[in-house]
């Protein structure tokens, strides 16, 4: 055996393994056994490793491995005083028991060490523990590895069939060998009824006859070389892109990221070939023939540079060949009916109006409990003319109306029905066969926008209603009937519903508030038995929204501290119309004064003012009567505050928030010397509820923009 440290390399062979699965496979095998490995002693915390996935196999390599881990010195519990000691004081009978198995049966009572466990003596014993040998250490991380592998479905196979060792295992796929190298020597470990060795498989079909790994460190060069296996997972895929990218030339190629990845894990020496179908298929809209030709195909469709779809399209193969015409000539056959389907489904669904599918929706179940599709589409439509009303009055509701009606129809189009992902796609190309308005066939697609972080908005003010309108029925909808996400359950994907809403109302600067949006869409269900109704529903909803916009506004890069200024307030009833239009800019106003040097101190001064208000058991006078005041301070303080106010209340309300708060600034020294100077809660009941006005006036013109308490450290 190696006693210096070097490379160990772990690979399992097996059937070809789920391609959905393989990378997590990998990473979880790569994981595991590193993981095992640095906890047995044998590998450094910071190991360097290399993780390996192909179809047909598992491996990790990891440097630096040690054959023997160090000796360490361990101190071990042996048992409480009062149980190992007898009422003389003399070992008793456990403790003897217990050294015995400990190894040590004549260990005198002095070599033990008497300390307090934290709750009463016991005795200790320390001793060197020698480290453990790099086979022992490996077994027990690959054992441990393999069974926590996360398989998808576990499948049960013979080993051995037919002989008197024939056995049942159970894994992911059949596994044929195992290879256990540590530098060049071969490590005595098993798994799954195989005894390590240095011996693989290549490509299937490319390589002829059993592979010998000689050294750990040159097992991706052996495979490559000898067995036609790239096995670098990361490695191969982008190998891939490579290819595909050189394949395309002067065309962009279509590389969604599942797609790549499922195609990586069904090959093992990727080779892109160019494939042709005919022109006549490219009057159905594209995104038909690219989600046929990716989901059922696993081909990669390619457009010109002003992104439409080509009549050549580029498959991955697993067999490399000098004359691939017959790979190339059966693709084509095999794509070619798929085309004429959907060539099929267009054609039929332009037979019935969008206009016309409407009355059926009511046969499509939205939810049990909120009724058919039909009756979602009412409320969105009656959503969209709300808010269009009290956005933008005028023909702007009569057009979200329009497209509201017509946005789920395509729901009952063949097409739809074979591609669920087409979904207002769709709809977009049949409203525009209709005849629809520009707006209405827009906003069927748009609707649906942002589908995912980081997705574009709606582009047109119909869309953009419709949007709204379709996210506040499904999230307030969902929520009202028990159904709101818990932990990482989320099957309504709410989260998202409420982060596209905030989006839209904060990026297009949509001077609608958000209560009343839930307000509005909670009324939409009027006559429903809905389990969660009425207003605490409401701020239970803008609570859920409020944390995702913490989240969204964190994502830009702002603080906590700066989040929570903005942000805490919009869930007070005091706050119900404030909109988040101008969201951004009373963030970055909170950021540019938290700069200030006067930021702190006006910050404490804040949440102490804060808090003398909320105590206070005396009223605010209607307005500041400045002929009872007192002292200087005081005096002071109300002559800086309404020197600012004009000035300050002109910028709050021209939305020039940073200009607003700067001007604020000015106020520290005043405010400083008020609560040196100033006792507020005076026996003088007059002169009590003055001060508390003078303060409420100053905490409100502080608080226009955000709390700034928020900021005190």
Same mark, same amino acid.
């Given at each position: 055996?190696?006693?210096? !440290?070097?490379?160990?390399?772990?690979?399992?062979?097996?059937?070809?393994?789920?391609?959905?699965?393989?990378? /997590?496979?990998?990473? +979880?095998?790569?994981?595991?056994?590193?993981?095992?490995?640095?906890?047995?002693?044998?590998?450094?915390?910071?190991?360097?490793?290399?993780?390996?996935?192909?179809?047909?196999?598992?491996?990790?390599?990891?440097?630096?491995?040690?054959?023997?881990?160090?000796?360490?010195?361990?101190?071990?519990?042996?048992?409480? $005083?009062?149980?190992?000691?007898?009422?003389?004081?003399?070992?008793?009978?456990? @403790?003897?028991?217990? &050294?015995?198995?400990?190894?040590?049966? #004549? @260990?005198?009572?002095?070599?033990?060490?008497?300390?307090?466990?934290?709750?009463? #003596?016991?005795?200790?014993?320390?001793?060197?523990?020698?480290?453990? *040998?790099?086979?022992?250490?490996?077994?027990?991380?690959?054992?441990?590895?393999?069974?926590?592998?996360?398989?998808?479905?576990?499948?049960?196979?013979?080993?051995?069939?037919?002989?008197?060792?024939?056995?049942?295992?159970?894994?992911?796929?059949?596994?044929?060998?195992?290879?256990?190298?540590?530098?060049?020597?071969?490590?005595?470990?098993?798994?799954?009824?195989?005894?390590?060795?240095?011996?693989?498989?290549?490509?299937?079909?490319?390589?002829?006859?059993?592979?010998?790994?000689?050294?750990?460190?040159?097992?991706?060069?052996?495979?490559?070389?000898?067995?036609?296996?790239?096995?670098?997972?990361?490695?191969?895929? *982008? =190998?891939?892109?490579?290819?595909?990218?050189?394949? +395309?030339?002067?065309?962009?190629?279509?590389?969604?990221?599942?797609?790549?990845?499922?195609?990586?894990?069904?090959?093992?020496?990727?080779?892109?070939?160019? /494939?042709?179908?005919?022109?006549?298929?490219?009057?159905?809209?594209?995104? /038909?023939?690219?989600?046929?030709?990716?989901?059922?195909?696993?081909?990669?469709?390619?457009? #010109?540079? !002003?992104?439409?779809?080509?009549?050549?399209?580029?498959?991955?193969?697993?067999?490399?060949?000098?004359?691939?015409?017959?790979?190339?000539?059966?693709?084509?056959?095999?794509?070619?009916?798929?085309?004429?389907?959907?060539?099929?489904?267009?054609?039929? #669904?332009?037979?019935?109006?969008?206009?016309?599918?409407?009355?059926?929706?009511?046969? $499509?179940?939205?939810?049990?409990?909120?009724?058919?599709?039909?009756?979602?589409?009412?409320?969105?439509?009656?959503?969209?003319?709300?808010?269009?009303?009290?956005?933008?009055?005028?023909?702007?509701?009569?057009?979200?109306?329009?497209?509201?009606?017509?946005?789920?129809?395509?729901?009952?189009?063949?097409?739809?029905?074979?591609?669920?992902?087409?979904?207002?796609?769709?709809?977009?190309?049949?409203?525009?066969?209709?005849?629809?308005?520009?707006?209405?066939?827009?906003?069927?697609?748009?609707? %649906?926008?942002?589908?995912?972080?980081?997705?574009?908005?709606?582009?047109?003010?119909?869309?953009?209603?419709?949007?709204?309108?379709?996210?506040?029925?499904?999230?307030?909808?969902?929520?009202?009937?028990?159904?709101?996400?818990?932990?990482?359950?989320?099957? %309504?994907?709410?989260?998202?519903?409420?982060?596209?809403?905030?989006?839209? &109302?904060?990026?297009?600067?949509?001077? &609608?508030?958000?209560?009343?949006?839930?307000?509005? +869409?909670?009324?939409?269900?009027?006559?429903?038995?809905?389990?969660?109704?009425?207003?605490?529903?409401?701020?239970?909803?803008?609570?859920?929204?409020?944390?995702?916009?913490?989240?969204?506004?964190?994502?830009?890069? %702002?603080?906590?501290?700066?989040?929570?200024?903005?942000?805490?307030?919009?869930?007070?009833?005091?706050?119900?119309?404030?909109?988040?239009?101008?969201?951004?800019?009373?963030?970055?106003?909170?950021?540019?004064?938290?700069?200030?040097?006067?930021?702190?101190?006006?910050?404490?001064?804040?949440?102490?003012?804060?808090?003398?208000?909320?105590?206070?058991?005396?009223?605010?006078?209607?307005?500041?009567?400045?002929?009872?005041?007192?002292?200087?301070?005081?005096?002071?303080?109300?002559?800086?505050?309404?020197?600012?106010?004009?000035?300050?209340?002109? *910028?709050?309300?021209?939305?020039?928030?940073?200009?607003?708060?700067?001007?604020?600034?000015?106020? =520290?020294?005043?405010?400083?010397?008020?609560?040196?100077?100033?006792?507020?809660?005076?026996?003088?009941?007059? @002169? =009590?509820?003055? =001060?508390?006005?003078?303060?409420?006036? @100053?905490?409100?013109?502080?608080?226009?923009?955000?709390?700034?308490?928020?900021?005190?450290?």
């Amino acid at each position: 055996m190696t006693t210096t !440290q070097s490379t160990l390399l772990v690979e399992l062979l097996t059937e070809e393994l789920p391609p959905k699965a393989l990378a /997590c496979l990998g990473d +979880a095998f790569a994981a595991g056994i590193l993981a095992g490995i640095q906890k047995e002693g044998l590998a450094a915390k910071d190991a360097a490793f290399t993780a390996y996935a192909t179809p047909r196999r598992l491996a990790v390599s990891i440097a630096g491995v040690r054959a023997k881990a160090e000796d360490k010195t361990v101190r071990e519990k042996v048992l409480p $005083v009062s149980v190992a000691l007898d009422a003389e004081g003399k070992p008793a009978a456990p @403790l003897t028991k217990k &050294l015995a198995a400990l190894g040590v049966p #004549d @260990l005198p009572l002095e070599k033990l060490e008497r300390a307090s466990d934290g709750k009463a #003596d016991a005795f200790f014993l320390t001793r060197s523990q020698g480290g453990a *040998e790099l086979a022992a250490g490996l077994q027990r991380a690959l054992t441990e590895t393999v069974a926590k592998l996360p398989i998808p479905k576990v499948m049960t196979y013979q080993l051995h069939p037919g002989t008197a060792r024939q056995r049942d295992v159970q894994f992911v796929r059949p596994a044929h060998s195992l290879i256990a190298l540590h530098g060049k020597d071969v490590v005595g470990v098993e798994v799954l009824g195989l005894q390590a060795g240095r011996a693989t498989q290549g490509h299937r079909f490319l390589s002829a006859g059993a592979i010998s790994i000689a050294d750990a460190e040159g097992y991706a060069a052996t495979l490559e070389q000898h067995g036609k296996v790239i096995a670098s997972y990361a490695g191969r895929k *982008e =190998r891939i892109r490579a290819e595909l990218l050189k394949a +395309a030339g002067s065309d962009q190629a279509l590389m969604p990221k599942s797609l790549l990845d499922e195609v990586n894990s069904l090959v093992e020496w990727p080779v892109v070939y160019a /494939c042709h179908f005919e022109e006549a298929f490219l009057k159905v809209p594209q995104e /038909c023939l690219i989600l046929t030709m990716q989901t059922n195909q696993k081909y990669f469709a390619l457009t #010109d540079a !002003q992104g439409k779809l080509r009549n050549r399209f580029l498959i991955v193969s697993n067999l490399a060949t000098a004359t691939p015409e017959k790979i190339v000539e059966g693709n084509e056959r095999v794509v070619r009916p798929r085309l004429a389907d959907a060539k099929f489904f267009f054609e039929q #669904d332009q037979k019935k109006k969008l206009e016309d599918r409407v009355p059926l929706l009511e046969k $499509v179940i939205y939810h049990n409990k909120l009724g058919s599709q039909l009756a979602r589409m009412e409320r969105v439509r009656s959503l969209a003319k709300s808010i269009s009303e009290a956005w933008k009055p005028g023909a702007l509701a009569a057009t979200a109306q329009r497209a509201a009606t017509l946005t789920k129809a395509d729901l009952l189009t063949d097409m739809v029905g074979e591609f669920p992902e087409l979904q207002g796609i769709m709809g977009g190309y049949y409203a525009r066969i209709d005849g629809e308005h520009a707006e209405v066939v827009a906003a069927m697609t748009e609707h %649906y926008q942002p589908r995912f972080a980081g997705d574009a908005l709606p582009a047109t003010d119909t869309g953009t209603v419709l949007a709204l309108a379709d996210k506040l029925e499904t999230l307030v909808g969902i929520w009202s009937i028990g159904l709101i996400p818990t932990g990482e359950k989320d099957p %309504y994907a709410l989260r998202r519903h409420a982060l596209g809403i905030l989006r839209i &109302l904060i990026e297009k600067k949509l001077p &609608l508030a958000l209560r009343a949006l839930l307000e509005k +869409a909670q009324h939409s269900f009027a006559g429903h038995r809905l389990e969660h109704t009425g207003t605490a529903a409401v701020y239970a909803i803008l609570a859920f929204a409020l944390d995702r916009l913490r989240g969204y506004l964190r994502d830009q890069g %702002y603080s906590t501290q700066e989040v929570e200024a903005v942000v805490a307030p919009l869930g007070g009833p005091q706050n119900a119309a404030v909109t988040l239009s101008d969201i951004v800019e009373r963030i970055e106003a909170v950021r540019a004064f938290a700069g200030l040097p006067e930021a702190q101190a006006l910050a404490a001064a804040n949440k102490r003012i804060g808090n003398i208000l909320k105590k206070s058991e005396t009223a605010p006078a209607a307005s500041v009567n400045a002929g009872l005041f007192q002292e200087e301070a005081e005096k002071a303080l109300h002559a800086a505050l309404e020197k600012i106010r004009p000035a300050a209340e002109k *910028e709050f309300a021209a939305g020039r928030f940073t200009d607003a708060l700067h001007q604020l600034a000015g106020l =520290r020294e005043a405010v400083d010397s008020f609560f040196d100077k100033v006792m507020v809660n005076a026996e003088d009941p007059a @002169l =009590r509820t003055n =001060r508390i006005a003078l303060l409420a006036g @100053l905490h409100g013109l502080m608080n226009r923009a955000a709390d700034l308490s928020l900021l005190a450290a």
